[in-house]
């Protein structure tokens, strides 16, 4: 198959069709909450809306965000060629209404309607040893993403020192904010470490674990544990009503810091988790 | 569940509460943050029938033009309210509308807003497009749409059994106000 239809594939996937651990953990946090409240009754409709989108191959949440590809490929290839591939595909999944038009000129407000546009789509390459091309794709909600934060520690208001307390003291302070807004239950991405752009870059790559797949290192396993099970004693819930289920998991993770700087980069994804793998090997695509 | 038919009586949007659930049906009207500006800067008129006891709908869809001309919805679940803050109060009294449906809630000048000219906010689920689309029977006509953009543009649709629930009435309760103050405790004692 043609790579422009590949990607394509994977953008319609990516936008309509839920992936099962995402499911599976909304499912679980409906059972938990009671007949008749609020925020039973939004899971119910959250479900049927998942099983609809899957079923009619629309896009699950009309918000179908900002796009985002991670593309890992071999030697000898060039960007050019995966840029103008995805480039035709973004356009004819806007034709095809898999996407909404969200590329606009920041200067003029012109919405460009095809989702093509200075950056648009963010393209994040990396080159690697293997004899295959790994294609990712984050469709990143405006919602969402308006409230994602980053944090210099120490930070006094919160006192939260540079340290990994302290590193929790802020993700809570963040999920607090993030309240009513961004479409809970959230998914949260943590970067420690980097600089400005890089601790936000390590924070949205962590969507690319499933639920539940934790850390290797066992403090930061650890961490992510205590994160999820005190923030789901939030009760903020579904859209902020009030509910059992505040984030449906937490992803932490670290890299080098310069002495003089310490961030921690909060990533925040709303229920309609719309991340998408493909590997193409030896023209064979395998979607995740 | 409450059902309630458009155009709205004050008599009964004054009787809703924080927490009630409702299907709304009738013709309603999309509204972003273009639209809100010109609302309150221009007060168009072409838009003026279609609001008059009747409820915007912060949205900004996925739609789809059919061979004929004709439009429908696609995907089309509500956007984040709070960046209509500065306008809302203004554009509810100017076009007399009787409520305002997005996510998120709204602040302090919204609600005063609400209480004073008789409106309520009603919260659709964030995020459940294609439900919420189903729910959109007919698109009447879109106004501004080559100069605003799809997602911008004022979408005049027909919707039944849209579901929603309240969650700013018209006597100044704010649920996501209350939440936000049970929560701000919690997060100190697991801090």
Known sequence: MELRQSILELIRKASTDLSQDVENAILNAFNKEKEGTPARSVFNTIIENIRMAREQSTPMCQDTGALIFYIDFPVGGTEKFYTEAIHEAAKEATRLQYLRPNAVDSITSKNSGNNIGINAPYIHFRQWNKDEVRIQLILKGGGSENVGSQYKLPNSALKAGRDLAGVRKVIIDAVLNAQGLGCAPGIIGVGIGGDRVTSYILSKEQFFRKIGQRNPNKLLAGLEIGLYNDLNKLGIGPMGFGGKTTVLDVFVNTQARHPASFFVAISYTCWAFRRKSMIIKKQEVIYD | ?191
């Not at chain 2, 659930?21 to 009738?26: I, K, P, R």
């Open chain 2, 1 to 191: 569940m409450i059902k309630l038919n458009i155009p709205i009586s004050e008599e009964d949007i004054r009787k809703l509460k924080v927490g009630d659930e409702v299907f709304l049906s009738g013709i309603i009207v999309t509204a972003r943050d273009q639209a809100h500006k010109l609302m309150v800067e221009e007060k168009p008129d072409f838009i003026r029938d279609f609001l008059n006891e009747s409820v915007i709908y912060h949205c900004g869809p996925v739609v789809r033009k059919d061979k004929d001309g004709t439009w429908s919805f696609v995907s089309a679940g509500p956007t984040t309210s709070i960046r209509e803050e500065p306008y809302q109060a203004d554009v509810i009294c100017e076009y007399h509308l009787r409520g305002v449906i997005g996510k998120g809630g709204m602040g302090e000048k919204t609600s005063q807003g609400l209480q004073k000219c008789g409106a309520v906010y009603f919260h659709a689920v964030g995020g459940a497009g294609t439900l919420i689309a189903n729910s959109v029977k007919k698109v009447i006509n879109v106004f501004k749409l080559d100069e605003f953009g799809s997602p911008e543009a004022f979408w005049v649709i027909e919707v039944k059994d849209f579901p929603l629930i309240v969650t700013m009435d018209s006597h100044g309760a704010r649920l996501h106000k209350e939440i936000l103050e049970r929560t701000k405790k919690i997060a100190k004692e697991i801090s």
